[in-house]
């Protein structure tokens, strides 16, 4: 914390300091401690330049090489201040001024002009060229990567943490890349400055010198003119170790190891190149005319270094050995054919001209959707639904979509490419292609997207393609929730509950129930969309149930009054709860039909009544539905399942409560009463 503070207020500081640097003169001795402190940067920089693995190890160089070409040209500032003012820039300056170059302005100018060319032509020039098109390039791919990241994670090779890891280095590199493009410029801009810079302080140094001060000519080029170059000189170092940073982080590629380790390993796997070297070098030796001593010792020398290496012939399996990754199978393999037989539990099959919505670069945003239904859909019913399969299936007719369910087809619907879907019961006159609203049934048509401002003028819903695919799915997903919850889920399920509730499990598994009965019972709450996240209630509820009878119908019944008033709770409104009813003779009829069987209870009762009361209970249900209000049938608890068994065939999705159920917290609504005695009676 208290590092974290002071890099918070060291770097501003630093900044300012830099700022104040051009503006207030110094002392000489600080000025030598200043430039001396600038070449030990500089030789940090390119160090560490050599010593990363990937360049996003180094992702601030770019914002460090500004802060560093601005430091180095505050202080050329506040050099020459003080060579114009006092004749003297300290030790540092005088040094490279007098001692490096041997106090001659020539080889002075000589060797600053060569320094200059090396820095600007060669090492700047080729650097930014090197970031232009990485920067370039990187940009370019980003798509592709951020979809290969989709696909491994739609495919479940990698964990919704890993993906949004890769996904921040896709940006991160792709951020890096357009810096350096920028950051080049500084370092292109540095050398032009030094230039013009040290012309400056040379002409200013001599009018100085001679028409303020009086000195002859000679002794001004002594004074200032040398004190120029030393200056130019001693920041030109810096800036050249700055550039070969600059050019070796742009040019490096990602590797396991540093620069220094890759180029020795490298070169170690090359021996014949290097043995043929040494042979070139000897044979250029023996050349007449040519010294001969140089030449033959470095020849030998390489050659006997090429002797001490390995010989990649002898050793062919090391460097493919090396890699740990999984070999795919041959594709006539029996595993190959046994993962091509490999029935996912969840699929979605686009159509060829439905591709767009999977695909990022063009703003498709499909698979995304999916993930987050995964979870959503795991709050609300209490499972970790499986990943969903997404490919094309150029057997769909265009437009059209399917969803799977253990390689069945149990829904499919239309995503016309450009349309968007408009709910509403006014549409006609909208142009566009009337079609049916795929989980409600609702009237709907699709409409251009272009006219998505006329569709909410006429007072409709606006749907687009991915949310009515994403909705449809999650539709599928609650209908088919029991078979998608398969034995393993179960296992996973039981093995978190017993990370905080350990004694619940140790009651109920292996014994008195197996994880196969356990998965029944979820199962079977599951059907009737009842949410199985509070599993320790539920499992608490079973345990008990199970030491009198392992009854299946009697295992959901009492997992069903644990829960009790949660599953009321979510199918009301408000605290609203709207209740269809029995007539109490009919009910009273009911409960006297009641028989067990080795199925489960159910009730003995003619054909026609069965199918009056199913039918009843379906309109009733169909109208508050239409109003808005749905409603649940309620019933004495007896009565609940098997009535809910009568009256799933025509009404699906009406749940069916018992009395016991409702707890005391709701305020219930009469939305209807069965009554069919009129029938009973004939």
């Not at 601030?60 to 003012?85: D, E, G, H, K, Q």
């Not at 990602?254 to 620069?259: A, G, I, K, Q, Y």
């Not at 010294?291 to 002797?307: C, D, E, N, Q, R």
């Amino acid at each position: 914390m208290k590092s974290n503070r002071v890099a918070q207020i060291g770097v501003p500081a630093v900044i300012i300091g830099i700022v104040v640097m051009m503006v207030v003169p110094m002392p000489a001795i600080l000025l030598d401690l200043l430039l001396a402190f600038n070449i030990t940067l500089s030789i940090l920089i390119m160090l560490v330049s050599l010593a990363v693995t990937k360049p996003l190890d180094f992702a601030v160089f770019p914002s460090l090489l500004l802060i560093a070409t601005l430091f180095r040209l505050a202080m050329n500032l506040a050099a020459t201040r003080l060579v114009l003012l006092d004749g003297y820039a300290g030790e540092v300056i005088n040094a490279f001024g007098h001692f490096v170059v041997g106090g001659s302005l020539i080889v002075g100018l000589v060797v600053f002009v060569i320094l200059m060319v090396i820095q600007f032509v060669v090492i700047t020039n080729g650097a930014g060229r090197v970031a232009e098109v990485a920067a370039r390039f990187t940009l370019d791919a980003m798509p592709g990567k951020q979809m290969a990241v989709d696909a491994d994670l739609n495919s479940g090779l990698i964990d919704e943490n890993e993906a949004r890891r890769r996904r921040k280095e896709v940006a991160s590199e792709a951020d890096f890349y357009g810096a350096m493009d920028g950051a080049s410029k500084f370092v292109k801009g540095d050398a032009i400055a030094a230039i013009v810079i040290t012309l400056v302080n040379l002409i200013g140094g001599l009018i100085v010198g001679v028409v303020q001060r009086g000195m002859p000519i000679g002794d001004a080029v002594t004074t200032y003119s040398l004190l120029s170059i030393g200056d130019g000189l001693v920041s030109q170092i810096p800036a050249l170790l700055l550039s070969i940073s600059t050019g070796l982080i742009v040019t490096r590629a990602t590797t396991e190891n540093d620069m220094g380790t890759d180029l020795l390993g490298q070169f170690a796997r090359q021996r014949q190149a290097i043995q043929l070297a040494g042979g070139a070098v000897i044979v250029v030796g023996l050349v007449p005319g040519l010294p001969k001593v140089p030449f033959l010792l470095l020849g030998g020398l390489a050659l006997l270094i090429a002797s001490r290496l390995p010989d990649p012939r002898t050793q062919p399996e090391v460097t493919e050995a090396e890699p740990e990754l999984p070999r795919e199978p041959q594709k006539d393999s029996p595993v190959a054919i046994a993962q091509d037989m490999r029935v996912e539990p969840l699929e979605l099959e686009l159509a060829y001209d439905l591709i767009d919505l999977v695909d990022a670069s063009s703003g498709g945003d499909l698979l995304d959707r999916v993930r987050a239904l995964r979870r959503k859909l795991a709050q609300e019913i209490g499972i970790v639904v499986p990943l969903v399969r997404t490919r094309d299936n150029l057997d769909l007719p265009p437009r059209h979509y399917a969803i799977k369910v253990h390689g069945v087809e149990v829904a499919r619907g239309q995503a016309p490419a450009g349309m968007v879907l408009a709910i509403g019961e006014d549409l006609d006159g909208l142009p566009g292609m009337v079609t049916k609203e795929p989980v409600f049934g609702l009237d709907a048509k699709w409409i251009p997207a272009e006219l998505r401002e006329h569709i909410a003028l006429a007072n409709a819903t606006v749907v687009d393609r991915s949310s009515v695919i994403t909705t449809h799915m999650a539709e599928v997903v609650r209908t088919y929730a029991a078979q998608l919850l398969g034995r393993e889920d179960v296992k996973m399920l039981v093995d978190i509950v017993k990370q905080n509730h350990p004694v619940v499990i140790d009651e109920l598994t292996p014994q008195p129930l197996s994880l196969g009965e356990i998965q029944r019972t979820l199962q079977a709450l599951l059907d009737e969309r009842v949410c199985i996240r509070d599993l320790v209630r539920i499992f608490e509820a079973m345990s008990l149930r199970a030491k009198t009878s392992l009854d299946a119908d009697g295992l959901v019944e009492a997992a069903r009054g644990a829960l009790g008033a949660a599953i009321a709770m979510s199918h009301a409104v408000d605290s609203r709860l709207n209740v269809i009813t029995f007539d109490p003779m009919l009910e009273q009829r009911l409960l006297e039909c009641l028989r067990a069987g080795d199925s489960g209870t159910f009730l003995m009762l003619d054909p026609m009544l069965s199918e009056r009361i199913a039918m009843e209970s379906a309109r009733l249900a169909a109208e508050n539905e239409a109003a808005g209000e749905p409603a649940v049938l309620v019933c004495a608890q007896p009565l609940r399942l098997p009535v809910r068994r009568v009256v799933e065939a025509t009404s699906p999705r009406l749940p069916v409560l018992s009395y016991a159920e409702l707890g005391g917290q709701l305020t219930l609504v009469t939305a209807g009463v069965v009554n069919v005695q009129e029938v009973t009676a004939a």
